[in-house]
């Protein structure tokens, strides 16, 4: 199987920021001024009777493949998706507008979580499913206008085991995160402006995976106008 080419940083739990110029210390190697990513992760975070219950839930949600347009063809998605907002969250993807559909309660649960425990408040969610490891998701940067400024993004995993690339924009240093059932991890400000990130292929992967991103986005973005 062909693997991306580069080495396993961070894969331990990390919570990190930006380290900037200052924070180098004299004895320090050059390794040390690697870009960091903004990242927070924190292992198995969601306890298991809500990760059953979201999985329930999930097994219900109206997936969809949209097909996108890349230099004029046509392609549709390497996995599965839906959008879930509040009103006035549209989100656009592609060359595709998406209307948000009404938060289902378990979802609506997690993001009351979101909210109590790391005062992140979110009104909209991506959820994608990869069926096996054929599915995966290409580098980008979550970076639509219609994203709040500087907000945290939050991703939750659900099922089989992935790999979460992440690949500094300006020296192409890499890292990669196991993201597991239970896992969250926020990107936080800098992260789209500084880092891409993408879901590779996983050919041996036969299990599905369910992510949840959470979002901050600015109502009404796409109305009126
Ligand atoms: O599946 C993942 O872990 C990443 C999802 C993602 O990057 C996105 O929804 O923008
Ligand atoms: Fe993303």
Not at 17 to 42: C, K, W
Not at 55 to 65: C, I, W
Not at 190 to 213: C, Y
């Amino acid at each position: 199987m062909k693997q991306l080419g580069f080495e396993l940083v961070n894969s331990q739990p990390v919570s990190c920021t930006t380290q900037g110029a200052d924070d180098i210390g004299e004895n320090q190697t050059a390794e040390a001024s690697l870009p960091v990513a903004p990242i927070t992760y924190l292992a198995n975070f969601l306890p298991l009777p809500l990760q059953t219950s979201l999985l329930q839930e999930a097994n219900s949600y109206q997936f969809e493949k949209p097909i996108v347009t890349i230099f004029g063809k046509q392609h549709p998605i390497p996995r599965s998706q839906i959008w879930f907002g509040d009103s006035g969250c549209e989100y656009q993807y592609s060359s595709l507008m998406i209307k948000p559909q009404p938060w289902p309660p378990v979802l609506l649960k997690v993001r009351q979580i979101l909210e109590s425990q790391f005062n992140i408040m979110t009104n909209g969610v991506l959820v994608n499913r990869y069926e096996n490891g054929q599915d995966c998701m290409g580098w980008h940067s979550d970076n639509e206008p219609e994203i709040a400024a500087n907000s945290d993004i939050v991703s939750l995993t659900l099922g089989a085991s992935r790999t979460f690339v992440m690949r500094h924009m300006q020296t192409r240093h890499k890292h990669a995160i196991e993201l597991s059932c239970g896992d969250l991890l926020i990107m936080h400000a800098g992260m789209q402006d500084e880092w891409q990130h993408a879901i590779p292929k996983r050919l041996k992967v036969n299990e599905p995976r369910i992510n949840f991103t959470f979002r901050q986005m600015i109502v009404g973005f796409h109305q009126g106008g």
